[in-house]
């Protein structure tokens, strides 16, 4: 307490108030990219699922045919060039497997 009676905050608790504000901060941070990663993730799940659909579509139009390269869905998809890269690696394209008929993701890979 201020002997002049002036009325106001502490140094100390200047800096508790602080403390308490970045542990809240970095709490926030922290649930914000682990939301994030977890957005793409799902992201790049549906772009899969969405070209899987695709290929169905593909083969049926080509009497069962399987595709030679992940290109050749681009007629069946409305936005390609976002629908082949994974939202959590932009660099990463989406390819096709022809041994097991899925769509991957070497980012995501198990």
Do not use: K, W
């Not at 009497?63 to 030679?68: C, P, T």
């Not at 629908?83 to 991957?104: D, H, K, M």
Request: charged share 15%; with cysteine; aromatic share 8%.
């Amino acid at each position: 307490m201020n002997l002049r009676g002036e009325s106001g905050f502490s140094l100390a608790e200047l800096a508790g108030v602080v403390a308490i504000i970045g542990i809240l901060v970095s709490i926030a941070v922290a649930s914000y990219t682990f939301t994030t990663s977890r957005a793409h993730s799902v992201a790049c799940e549906s772009n899969r699922r969405t070209l899987d659909g695709a290929v169905q579509l593909y083969r049926a139009d080509n009497s069962g045919r399987a595709i030679d390269d992940i290109t050749d869905l681009e007629p069946y998809i409305e936005n390609p060039v976002s629908a082949f890269r994974c939202p959590a690696a932009p660099t990463v394209s989406l390819s096709y497997n022809a041994t097991t008929g899925q769509i991957e993701c070497a980012y995501h890979a198990e």
